[in-house]
């Protein structure tokens, strides 16, 4: 059973930072890519970032230069470092977790930014 837990969620005024976590555990094999969606209310879930094994990241334009993400292959974890936030990332985030077998979801963890 694979499992992934979020963390680091919460409330923020306008320009403050939040690190979200996400852990892998359970039978989880071959991690490729690791990732971070986001799906505000009314709207579609969307792409925010992306980080490879070998680390290689890419992100959404909307998140360029505000948002950093790692991750630490040892531990099967990764991470989002938001800083400058507005009240228009305020959304639900999810982990994504893409192995050589399989595509694995986290729960999701709300993030909102007030004004």
């Known amino acids: 059973q694979v499992q992934l837990v979020e963390s680091g969620g919460g409330l923020v005024q306008a320009g403050g930072s939040l690190r979200l976590s996400c852990a892998a555990s359970?039978?989880?094999?071959?991690?490729?890519?690791m990732g971070w969606y986001r799906q505000a209310p009314g709207k579609q879930r969307e792409y925010v970032a992306g980080?490879?094994?070998?680390?290689?990241?890419s992100y959404a334009d909307s998140v360029k230069g505000r948002f950093t993400i790692s991750r630490d292959n040892a531990k099967d974890t990764v991470y989002l470092q938001m800083n400058s936030l507005k009240p228009e990332d305020t959304a639900v985030y999810y982990c994504n977790v893409v192995t050589t077998r399989d595509d694995y979801w986290g729960q999701g963890t709300q993030v909102t930014v007030s004004s």
């Open positions: 980080i490879t094994r070998g680390g290689r990241t």
């Open positions: 359970g039978s989880i094999f071959g991690i490729n890519a």
